[in-house]
């Protein structure tokens, strides 16, 4: 991308991905719309604000910056955001979780071009994206990986050995990013498992830590902006987000703040797309 886009630009690109996955997985019958929404703006940011150095027509370009959904089940937004970046055709989104289709319930490296990690069984997407880091920096590159993690998704201990380790090796070409939504599968995160403030326990590890609005474009490209000029130790974005960002009138009127892995039923698609577009 040669011109950074505007804010106001970058709002309207998160939105659209948002009603993607909306219709993707309202098509789909199936799929977690409410994760996908709370990680639009992060998502939007990256690959159209100018921090992914990827090029779909050469998808393993050894220099490309990698970004890991390693909540994978938010897949929807990651396709909508592939799909705009060109990697596939838009119309293709429609086929998610369908038999045969590449876009599957969940990001699989073996089957669609880009997808940088296979990722689903949460916990694991920071190991990976470490050992890229080193990797990366062992090749002599000047790359960056992003990681995007669930604030459930912290409850796997080894999210935690993958901090100590990039924390040991000082991996200024890693960023990772907490998807702070309150929620997880079975309920609020608080009441799961409460390991908030995240910054303050991950800064003794020696990251870098921020805490943002990340529903907040203008916050969102500020923190990466931050991020990506530390190159001595790795970044951690801590993003408080709502789960279901952009359409919480929606989840309000159906009564589930969490609607955890639920689909909208068409004419609630319909309604929460007409509120994003309006
Ligand atoms: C290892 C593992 N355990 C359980 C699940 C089932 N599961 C899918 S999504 C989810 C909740 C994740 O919550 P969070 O990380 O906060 O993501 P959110 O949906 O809130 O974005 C769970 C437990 C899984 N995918 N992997
Ligand atoms: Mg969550």
């Known amino acids: 991308m040669s011109e950074k886009p505007s804010i106001e630009e970058l709002e309207a690109k998160a939105d659209l991905l948002r009603c993607h996955a909306i219709r993707m997985t309202t098509e789909a019958g199936s799929g977690h719309p409410s994760s996908s ?16 150095n990827v090029d779909p027509a050469n998808p393993t370009m050894p220099e490309r910056d ?10 929807p937004i990651l396709y909508a955001a592939m799909a705009e970046r060109g990697y ?38 920071l190991s990976i994206g470490v050992g890229q880091a080193l990797g990366c920096r062992m090749d002599g590159h000047a790359n960056r990986v992003f990681v995007v993690i669930g604030d459930g998704e912290m409850g796997e201990g080894q999210v ?23 929620y997880q599968q079975t309920g609020s995160t608080k009441t799961v498992l409460d390991q908030t403030p995240f910054a303050d326990r ?15 474009m203008a916050e969102v490209v500020s923190a990466l902006d931050a991020a990506v000029a530390v190159t001595d ?46």
């Not at 590890?205 to 907040?216: D, E, L, M, P, R």
């Open 37 to 52: 929404l709370s990680a639009a703006e992060v998502t939007a940011a990256l690959y159209f604000g100018g921090y992914l």
């Open 66 to 75: 990698r970004f890991i959904l390693s909540k994978g089940h938010a897949c």
């Open 88 to 125: 596939f055709p838009v119309e293709d989104l429609m086929t998610l979780r369908k038999l045969g289709s590449p876009i599957e319930g969940h990001p699989n490296l073996r089957r669609l071009p880009g997808i940088e990690a296979s990722t689903g069984s949460l916990g694991q997407g």
């Open 160 to 182: 935690w050995e993958a901090i100590a380790t990039a924390a040991k090796y000082k991996l200024g070409n890693l960023t990772a990013i907490i998807d702070q939504n309150g």
């Open 202 to 216: 991950i800064a003794p590890f020696g990251w870098h830590t921020q805490t943002i609005n990340g529903n907040s």
């Open 233 to 278: 130790q790795p970044t951690m974005i801590v993003a408080e987000t709502k789960k279901g960002a952009g359409i919480i009138p929606i989840l309000e009127e159906l009564g589930d703040s969490n609607l955890h892995g639920q689909p909208l039923k068409p004419e609630w698609a319909e309604k929460a797309i007409a509120l994003l577009q309006s």
